[in-house]
């Protein structure tokens, strides 16, 4: 008698239709056979249970997912989209990303893709301005964006933080940023810190007369968040910066709403994400991750370096970054999935961690000049201080545009030199 119903979710012979929902899935089965671990794989994720039933409902080939290709040690599993409920991340993740994780009949699972049919992403925003927006806003045409952290990331005051801001913007960076777990701290209160900000960047800009912003950390507790973003809004702020995945992503649902209303552009921390992704064989990518995050409508995200010192291969970055900026993407087997975002906007990558200017041009060779770039101990370690730090850094950039040798541009200019002369082409690990 059969007792379980596992292979009835492999069909070999499915062709999804334009509406699925296409997860790839790298797979490896403990003490089942490939064909009976995809097919448990797409059970688990939709319609089925462990056993046989005695009744089912009418419409269970609706709402059954299908492993449709096996390659390997990859599955495609396709979704019908009626089982998904519109504008509903949390919903979604719970089935491609839910229970399938804990089965024991797999020893490593790791979701690598997902393409979303344009009936699913049709629910959400998106980004509110997208990569031209967020340049109209900063005034800035075809460089890179720039920013940094206030190093060390806490410990500073709000009034120190705010001198550093200073420092900062008039050495030439257009943003300056909270770090991911700087929020509201004895020593630093984050209305403090918003105040003293928003009167250095009124300084900053009329001394410079090009315009300035800041990535604020309003991450916290929905509601906390909410009254943090109105607060940036009324202080003149044009962005609100989220861990996007320690607040979950139906809290960025909700503050993708209240920053619409105020028109600010969200920016992406991704902190916590090396929990999910780092381990190649099993977990959540970092691309599915941030392709979500550019559905909900972040308006730039953390991507990573390839060159600093955090991980991420240069194709998986690079992977992301056209996963977040371009329209549309063609499949590559076993890798990534078609993906057409129709009118959806841009999402600006952003590259941080171990950025100094010795290393700007590899990084613009890499990904482009449509990237935010963060350099925050890379200025604020400079021998002359930040502001010469900040300084060299739009030296290195003005060089990498110009297609001038580093080392030939610094013989002209001190800052850009004294950073060669401490860090070289070092990449930190």
Known sequence: MKTDWYRDFVDLKYRPSSTDLVCLFRFEPSNVSRTEAAGRIASESSAGTWTTLSKLPRKIEGVMARSFEIMGNHVKVAYPLEIWEPG?????????????????????????????????????????????????????????????????????????????????????????????????????????????????????????????????????????????????????????????????????QTLREICHDYKMAIHAHRAMHAALDRNPEHGVSMLVLAKVCRMIGVDQIHVGTVLGKLVGSRKEIIDIRDGITRTRISSRRNEILKQNWGMTKATLPVSSGGLHPGIIPDVLKIMGNDIALLVSGGIHGHPSGTRAGATAAMQAINATMQNTPLREYATAHKELREALEKWGRLRPQ
């Open 88 to 252: 509903n991340v949390p919903q979604l993740l719970s089935g491609i990303a839910g229970n399938i994780f804990g089965m024991k009949a797999l020893e490593n699972l790791r979701l690598v893709d997902v393409s979303l049919p344009a009936r699913y992403t049709s629910h959400f925003r998106g980004p509110e301005f997208g990569i031209e927006g967020l340049r109209r806003i900063l005034k800035v045409r075809r460089r890179p964006i720039t920013g940094a952290v206030a190093k060390p990331k806490i410990g500073w005051s709000a009034e120190e933080h705010a001198r550093i801001a200073y420092e900062t913007w008039v050495g030439g960076f257009d943003l300056v940023k909270d770090d991911e777990n700087l929020t509201s701290a004895s020593f630093n209160r984050f209305e403090n810190r918003v105040r003293l900000c928003s009167r250095m960047r009124d300084r900053a800009e009329k001394e410079t007369g090009l315009r300035k912003s800041a990535l604020i950390n309003i991450t916290g507790e929905t509601n906390t968040m909410v009254g943090r973003a109105r607060f940036l809004h009324d202080h003149g702020f044009e962005y609100a910066m989220i861990d996007v995945v320690t607040v979950g992503f139906a809290a960025l």
